[in-house]
C-alpha cells in the first residue's frame, strides 16, 4: 500500500542504539587496568579495598552490564603470550627461547608474531592482540610511541630493548651506556687511544651506544670516530671501507655480534688481521662469538634476566597483581676473548696504500699476472 492509504503503519523514527559500556570504558574513568577491572567486577582477590570500591562505583554510574557470554569466555582465559621478533637476529632467538622456558613453567603459551620485510611490526602486534593475548613482549620495538600505544590497544605489554615514554608500557632493556664504558676502558688499558665505533643505525637503542661511546672517550680526553654501520654482518663488512681511511684507529667497537663478525670477515678478506693489526669488539655475546675461530671479545647483556624480567613483568600486569609501571635495567658485563690485544707498534697504511701492497704481494716479479703461461 502506498503512503496514507487505509492500513499503512507510521512511520517510526529510529535511533541509533546506546553503546553498552566495555571494561574499557571503566578502566578509562577509573584510570585503572582493563585487567584490574576484570578483577574487581569478579570477584577476584588483588585490588585494594579502595581501588574496588572505585572501580564499583564507576561501573554503577556507567550503567555496565556484564554480557554473559563475554564473561564465561573471559573466565576460560586464554593464556597466551605474544611475542614480536625478527627472525634472522640472534640475540632475539636467544630471547625466545628462554621466553618460551619461562612461559612454560608459568603455564603460558607463546604465540610469536615475525617481524620481517613484508611483514611489518604493526602488522604483528595487530595480530597478537587479534589473538586475544593476554600479555605481548615487543623485543625492540621502532614503532613512534603514540602508534605503538594505540597498537596495543590496552594489552599489557613489555618492551624489550627500547624505553618507551609511556606509563601503560613496562621496560627491560640493558645497560648500553654503561656496557660502552666497559669496552671502552678496556680498550684503552690495553693502550688503545684511537678508537673507533662503528654504529647500528638511527634508532634508539644504537642511539644510546653511540651516546655511551662518545661519553667515555670524552671522559679520557680521547677524540671519538663514529663510523655508520648496522646490525647485520654485511652493514659490519660495508663499514671496512671507510674504516680503513683512518690508519691511526688501532680498536673498533662494533654496535652488535653480527656488525663485529662482518668487520673481522672483511679485514681478514683485505689481509689486516685481528687482533695484531686492529682489535675489535661486539656486543650481544650470542653463542657465535664464543667460537674459536672468532673468539670475540663482546657485552654480555644478560639474556636470561632480561628474559625472565620481561615474562614476570607481562604476566603481573595480565593477572592484575600490579598496575604501576615498571623498569628494569639488565647488569651488563664485559667477557674478554682473543679479538682485543696491545695496539700495534706501527699504523696501518691508508687505504689506498693497503690496497697497492696487496697487489704487489700479489704479482710476479716478471710482471706477469698470476697464472699467466709464457708466450
Given at each position: 500500500m502506498s503512503d496514507g492509504q487505509a492500513g499503512s503503519r507510521p512511520r517510526v523514527a529510529k535511533t541509533a542504539p546506546r553503546r553498552r559500556p566495555t571494561l574499557h570504558d571503566i578502566?578509562?574513568?577509573?584510570?585503572?587496568?582493563?585487567?584490574?577491572?576484570?578483577?574487581?567486577?569478579?570477584?577476584?582477590?588483588?585490588?585494594?579495598?579502595k581501588t574496588a570500591a572505585r572501580v564499583s562505583e564507576v561501573a554503577e554510574r556507567l550503567g555496565y552490564r556484564a554480557n554473559r557470554t563475554a564473561s564465561q569466555l573471559a573466565s576460560a582465559r586464554t593464556n597466551l603470550l605474544g611475542v614480536t621478533m625478527t627472525p634472522g637476529n640472534p640475540y632475539?632467538?636467544?630471547?625466545?627461547?628462554?621466553?618460551?622456558a619461562l612461559a612454560d613453567a608459568k603455564g603460558y603459551h607463546l604465540l610469536l608474531a615475525t617481524v620481517t620485510r613484508t611483514h611489518d611490526e604493526l602488522r604483528s602486534i595487530e595480530t597478537?592482540?587479534?589473538?586475544?593475548?593476554?600479555?605481548?613482549?615487543?623485543?625492540?620495538?621502532i614503532l613512534p610511541p603514540e602508534v605503538l600505544v594505540k597498537a596495543v590497544d590496552k594489552v599489557p605489554t613489555v618492551s624489550v630493548g627500547r624505553p618507551i615514554d609511556t606509563p601503560d608500557i613496562d621496560i627491560v632493556r640493558s645497560?648500553?651506556?654503561?656496557?660502552?664504558e666497559l669496552l671502552v676502558d678496556h680498550l684503552t688499558r690495553l693502550g688503545h687511544t684511537a678508537i673507533a665505533h662503528v654504529d647500528g643505525g638511527d634508532l634508539y637503542i644504537p642511539a644510546e651506544r653511540v651516546r655511551g661511546y662518545r661519553k667515555a672517550?670524552?671522559?679520557?680526553?680521547?677524540e671519538p670516530l663514529v663510523i655508520p654501520g648496522g646490525e647485520t654482518r654485511a652493514s659490519g663488512r660495508d663499514a671496512v671501507a671507510e674504516l680503513l681511511q683512518h690508519p691511526e684507529v688501532s680498536a673498533v667497537i662494533?654496535?652488535?655480534d653480527q656488525c663485529a663478525i662482518g668487520v673481522m670477515?672483511?679485514?681478514?678478506?683485505?689481509?689486516?688481521?685481528?687482533?695484531d693489526d686492529i682489535s675489535v669488539t661486539g656486543f650481544d655475546d650470542d653463542q657465535l662469538a664464543g667460537?674459536?675461530?672468532?673468539?670475540?671479545?663482546?657485552?654480555?647483556?644478560?639474556?636470561?634476566?632480561?628474559?625472565?624480567?620481561?615474562?614476570?613483568?607481562?604476566?603481573?600486569?595480565?593477572?592484575?597483581?600490579?598496575?604501576?609501571?615498571?623498569?628494569?635495567?639488565?647488569?651488563?658485563?664485559?667477557?674478554?676473548?682473543?679479538?682485543?690485544?696491545?695496539p700495534p707498534a706501527r699504523p696501518r697504511q691508508r687505504a689506498s696504500d693497503s690496497a697497492t701492497a696487496a697487489r704487489r704481494r700479489t704479482t710476479p716479479k716478471s710482471g706477469r699476472a698470476p697464472g699467466a703461461g709464457s708466450a
Open positions: 578502566a578509562d574513568a577509573a584510570g585503572v587496568s582493563t585487567g584490574l577491572v576484570s578483577l574487581v567486577l569478579r570477584g577476584r582477590e588483588g585490588p585494594s579495598a632475539h632467538g636467544e630471547l625466545i627461547e628462554e621466553i618460551q597478537l592482540v587479534d589473538s586475544n593475548c593476554e600479555a605481548l613482549v615487543l623485543l625492540n620495538p645497560a648500553d651506556t654503561e656496557a660502552l672517550m670524552k671522559a679520557r680526553n680521547l662494533a654496535y652488535n670477515d672483511e679485514l681478514f678478506r683485505r689481509g689486516i688481521r685481528v687482533p667460537l674459536a675461530l672468532l673468539d670475540l671479545t663482546t657485552i654480555n647483556p644478560s639474556q636470561l634476566a632480561q628474559a625472565r624480567m620481561a615474562v614476570e613483568a607481562a604476566i603481573e600486569r595480565a593477572e592484575g597483581i600490579r598496575t604501576k609501571r615498571v623498569v628494569h635495567v639488565a647488569e651488563a658485563s664485559l667477557v674478554v676473548r682473543g679479538s682485543t690485544a696491545p
